[in-house]
């Protein structure tokens, strides 16, 4: 059942609060896009007939954007029966984009910040849906952000917060998420453009809220397209045959034609390193994103993972981790580390493709 509302919790001394009714709660993630074009499905050991996702987009594709509250479909995202479509796109200076991830950390980013400004700097738990583990972000010390600066200031913790949400849903992909319907997502987590898709988001978020801090929900939805679109430009995106193009010259290196989703192995190639500066893989000279600067913010804005639900597939985890109450971004480089190592070892020699240079 999915959950539209936030429950804000009376935990240690934080004081519950009420979240206003307009601020809508980002649901999930956006059902969209493995890496890929082409690409085919099965239902168990059926091959699904008929079924193929092309999952490219061109730049005037990016015309609508729709506040994710989890009512988009899968087939409706990607195929374009809802007001936003997604999909992949390719740039010279930023790589591969999927705009599903932009969009997601984005609405992301803006949900924070509303509320952080709009609950008058009261520290407090927000407590969001479970992925995998019971997720918390712990608000707190806001009376110390300088008011003539405030609300630029929780821009920037919220883009950092967003971000680190991102992150562990990568982690949490790999170790069984399932949010669309009955697949674990095993063939999305550690994607090579998916964490540089989001830090984009992210980024692009703090700068329409910079523009009018006072923005609401459906003006962050109404300009987030006209944004999105100049910053695909600056990045040199391509049309959609250049895209296919590149992606289909990575068939074999990053994904795998001849296998069909939900399999893990459609993604040949992950990105497991975790960083708060990014460039994008497999472009030289790429444009670095870089959310190091807020670094000493997250002190405002704490992301906690609680133990939730039994999961199986943590008991591959040293006791260290698994003995862990609480996680915190503190123990993400160590559960990706710890999924690079079983991959490794399925795959008897990893094809390092990140260092090949696409342009």
Known sequence: MKMSTILLAAIALFPTVSIAESNTVPVGIRPCCAFGTGLKAELGPVPVPFYSIKNVLELEDIDAHTFNDGSASVIGSIFGSEDEVNGLLYTLKGGFIDTAHVRDTADFTYFLYNEMKNGAAIDRNIELTDELRQRRIVLSDLNEIEPST???????????????????????????????????????AFSPEDLYSNMLGALIAVQIINTNPELTQDEFVSLFPKYFQRR????????????????????????????????????????YHFSLALTPNGIKDGEQLSLSEFKSLEQHAQLQLLVGKK?????????????????????????????????????NSRNDALTIELD
């Open 311 to 347: 999961n199986e597939e943590f008991d591959i985890l040293p006791d260290e981790l698994q003995n862990q109450a609480v996680w915190t971004v503190n123990h993400f480089q160590a559960l990706a580390d710890v999924a690079k190592r079983v991959d490794d070892q399925h795959v």
């Open 232 to 271: 695909l430009k600056s990045l040199q995106v391509q049309p959609e045959e250049v895209t296919i193009a590149r992606l289909k010259a990575l068939d074999g290196i990053w994904w795998d034609s001849e296998q069909r989703l939900p399999s893990k192995w459609v993604v040949k190639t992950r990105d």
């Open 150 to 188: 405030r609300n630029q200031t929780f821009a920037q913790i919220s883009a950092l917060a967003a971000f680190r949400l991102a992150q562990w849903h990568e982690i949490a992909q790999w170790y069984g998420l399932i949010s669309v319907g009955d697949f674990k997502e095993y063939p999305s």
